[in-house]
């Protein structure tokens, strides 16, 4: 029988979803923490809200300590919090901090799931988050993840009310009590159930906590110690928490390692409660199933034996494991794993560019060495199946195999969650199949298949692109498939004062060799473009091309989006490219609509000449240029040592008092700036931690307070004010069509020399009158605003642009 027949015999296991992540070997300590974690069966799923809501300690303790099947699901990917590292927001955003989240996984070894909630910002309530994400709906994604992951207890991070400080944290906990009891009822969701059995865990409990001022745990609860010490590892729990914590650094949540005994508290919610233990009356051995008495003793002289100097010993007994499991409760992708890792062996397949057009075949290296000693007992025979790369492995010799070409594909690396325009409160995935997986798997897959004596396995390993930087060494990337052409509009929202024209640049990209066509728009009712079509002709993969037209709003022109049509070989694409590289995760490529959001409004302007002084990253440089400013970036040493006064406003960055460590040296020299007869605005930060205690000319604290429905009625407290009259006259139509919240970390206990300008509140709450402070200082005007201008200039908000305006403006 050749090796190809014989992989018929063999079960092929995926883990629930594929990473598409370097190869990578574990190494003799890792190796015993699996083989360790073979006679266990358990399982815990822990639920919140957002990406950093999780308990990273208890997660590492339950996954390496315990070597129960550990899982974190995360409502939301973090779509509508704040980003310390870029200017990116929404989806964008999220798609950071999921990988984030990814590695924060591979980090404390728990998985990683999602529902389809989009996080669409600060929640007071549970109430109003269901409101908006639609509750059954998320509700049936907890339950499908309940139901494929089978978890035997879960825990929540938050309670139900409002200690939990947000409602999308008591949503949470809400949500994951429901579905702890639907996951069990046949009836509930009933159209899962062909491809899941209803799933009840023994208990739900709550991982109680004392952060934040908030203490809600006691004595008489339910304790665990997780600050223990792995010596495998060369770690504490408390150590890995820290590592798995710091890589969500897009929220600055870089933590210090924590050693020494910690204690973890929980409260019952429903289901058996524990008295004295978190899996009171759980078997979590392989004795929870009957018939495995010689099972579990072969797994016990494996750990015995083992050797960590020589891993390669143990294959023989673990093949004679893998013969002996039959059943699907038994981890085989875990055993597999641990016998290709005690036989040293690596694999690879590596495509020999980064990016390829949708149905291009695919060259790739491929890779793969045996690192056993030389006296391992078995050959081993590596097949690729898409390639039909043949490889006999000699001990510690590399064979490569170049050039071999696979197939093409036949989808765009699209995040599945972006695909589709998405609601308000959630994503819309038409797979069932999809739902919960943190990212896509894999387009492009090697399937090898590792003889070893007489058995076989076979591994799925997403293909990747690498190279080598001078600096950073050997970069992986995942492999990215895309349309022929992206076309790529150079704002989101193009807002035109009047009925004047503008020039629109399209930055267009090939992405494979000898291809041309047309570019066309479709437009809203009343706009004109000239001219209407435009040629393209790439004659190399990755060449670039930048396409100019005219856009004029006619008489009776409607705001709306302009989509572009690239238009190759008769068929039509829309995409755009957006690459999100970062140092701490995968380089990101996604292809969004090529669209832009365009309007016209009256415009006034009173100066144009804008220093802006970057904080934690915004597009508000870019908002205020294609309006018509001249804005200039300025750096700390650039405010120090230059001469601020031809400019007529100097704008701050969002959070920079919170991050700039010279900006206890330029506060001076800002309020002089402002003294002399000049404008600064200052946009939000948050109220700890400052950099400097007073922020302003006069004094006035930052509290977080906030309001977060965009449609909140506004009070003009000052309606004669030049802040609402000069240059543009303001008025309640300003206020529409905001997006996702009016302001947060609003002021308060302000000095009477502050004007407030704005009144709002969210339903059923007091007025806050906070969100935009001016003040007249020596012959200038100081403003600090917290409304979130950050998210509206860039969303094309007319009257958030009008006001904005006026607040650079200084009426003579």
């Known amino acids: 029988m050749n090796l190809r027949q014989y992989l018929f015999l063999i079960p092929f296991v995926l883990p629930f979803y594929l990473k598409a992540q370097p190869a990578s070997q574990l190494n003799a300590a890792e190796i015993k923490q699996g083989l360790e974690g073979l006679n266990v069966t358990g399982s815990v799923l822990y639920i919140a809200a957002h990406p950093d809501d999780e308990n990273t300690r208890l997660l590492a303790y339950l996954a390496k300590e315990k070597k129960v099947r550990t899982g974190y699901l995360s409502l ?132 109680t906590f004392n952060f934040g001022g908030l203490n809600t745990t006691a004595d008489d609860q339910l304790k665990i110690d997780v600050g223990l010490y792995n010596a495998l590892l060369g770690k504490s ?47 979590f051995t392989l004795n929870r199933y009957p018939g495995t008495k010689e099972i579990q003793q072969l797994v016990a002289a494996i750990n015995r034996e083992y050797q960590v100097s020589n891993p390669g010993a143990s294959v023989p007994k673990l093949l004679k494991l893998r013969q002996m499991v039959k059943d699907k409760y038994f981890k085989h992708d875990l055993l597999d794993q641990l016998i290709l890792a005690c036989s040293g062996i690596w694999l690879e397949a590596a495509a020999l560019s980064p990016a390829y057009a949708l149905n291009d075949s695919i060259p790739v290296k491929i890779q793969a060495i045996a690192r056993a000693g030389n006296d391992f007992p078995y050959p081993v025979l590596v097949e690729e199946e898409r390639t039909g790369a043949s490889m006999a492995l000699v001990p510690n010799q ?7 070409v696979f197939g093409s594909a036949s989808q765009i690396t699209q995040p599945y969650w972006l695909e589709k325009k998405h609601d308000q409160g959630s994503y819309n995935v038409d797979d069932l199949s999809l739902i919960g997986l943190p990212e896509n798997p894999a387009i492009v897959n090697a399937v090898f298949r590792v003889k070893i004596g007489d058995q076989v396995i076979a591994r799925k390993t997403p293909v990747i692109y690498k190279f080598t930087d001078p600096v950073r060494g050997e970069i992986y990337q995942p492999l990215v498939i895309a349309p022929p052409v992206t076309a790529n509009f150079q704002e989101n929202a193009f807002l035109f004062n009047g009925k004047e024209s503008k020039t629109i640049t399209v930055a267009l990209k090939s992405f494979q060799d000898g291809v041309s066509g047309t570019l066309t728009a479709d437009l809203p009712s009343g706009w004109v473009m000239s001219p209407e079509q435009l040629d393209f002709k790439f004659s190399k993969k990755g060449a670039q091309e930048m396409l100019t037209f005219k ?21 039509t694409f829309h995409q755009g490219l957006r690459v999100l590289s970062y140092d701490h995760i995968p380089l990101q490529t996604l292809f969004p609509l090529a669209s832009a959001k365009i309007d016209e409004t009256d415009l006034k302007f009173a100066g144009k000449k804008i220093g802006y002084i970057a904080g934690a990253g915004d597009l508000i440089p ?124 609003f002021a308060v206990d302000a000095d009477p020399k502050y004007t407030p300008i704005l009144g709002m509140h969210d339903t059923g709450d007091t007025e806050r009158t906070g969100s935009l402070l001016v003040a007249n200082y020596g012959k200038g005007k100081y403003v600090y605003t917290s409304l979130s201008f950050f998210r509206q200039l860039p969303a094309g908000v007319t009257g958030a642009y009008r006001l904005f305006i006026n607040l650079l403006s200084n009426k003579k």
């Open 76 to 207: 939301t990917r973090g779509d509508g919090g704040q980003n310390l590292i870029g200017n990116e927001q929404g989806e964008l955003l999220g798609l950071i901090r999921t990988q984030e989240l990814l590695a924060a996984r591979r980090t404390d070894g728990a998985e990683q799931f999602f529902t389809r909630a989009n996080d669409f910002g600060f929640s007071k309530t549970p109430e109003e988050s269901f409101k908006i994400w639609d509750k059954a709906k998320i509700l049936a994604d907890v339950v499908w993840v309940i139901r494929k992951f089978q978890p035997d207890v879960i825990i929540t991070r938050f309670p139900e009310d409002g200690r939990a400080g947000h409602g999308h944290h008591s949503g949470s906990a809400i949500l994951a009590r429901e579905a702890f009891v639907a996951a069990a009822d046949p009836k509930q969701f009933p159209e899962q159930l062909a491809f899941v059995k209803p799933w009840q865990a023994k208990r739900i409990v709550w991982n």
């Open 237 to 283: 729990y408390g150590e890995i928490a820290a590592d798995s914590r710091s890589n969500h650094k897009s929220q600055g949540f870089g933590s210090a390692k924590q050693r020494g005994s910690s204690i973890e508290y929980f409260t019952a919610i429903a289901g058996d409660p524990a008295k004295k233990d978190l899996f009171e009356g759980l078997d």
């Open 398 to 404: 590399l064979v490569v195999l170049d050039r071999k």
């Open 551 to 571: 856009l004029s709003p006619g008489a009776h022109a409607k705001p709306g989006d302009i989509v572009l049509n690239v238009n190759v070989n008769g068929k």
């Open 622 to 745: 870019e908002s205020l240029k294609q309006i018509g400013f001249e804005v200039t970036q300025l750096s700390a040493q650039e405010v120090l040592n230059s001469n601020l006064s031809g400019f007529d406003a100097i704008v701050t960055g969002v959070r920079l008092y919170n991050i700039s460590n010279q900006i206890n040296e330029m506060q001076p020299k800002l309020l002089k700036y402002v003294e002399n007869g000049g404008v600064l605005l200052l946009q939000y930060n948050v109220n700890s931690p400052l950099k400097l205690s007073n922020i302003g000319p006069y004094p006035f604290r930052l509290a977080n307070e906030r309001v977060t429905e965009e449609d909140a009625d506004v009070d003009l407290l000052a309606p004669n004010h030049p802040s609402l009259n000069y240059p543009n006259k303001i008025s309640q139509k300003d206020f529409e069509g905001w997006v996702q919240e009016r302001g947060l970390y």
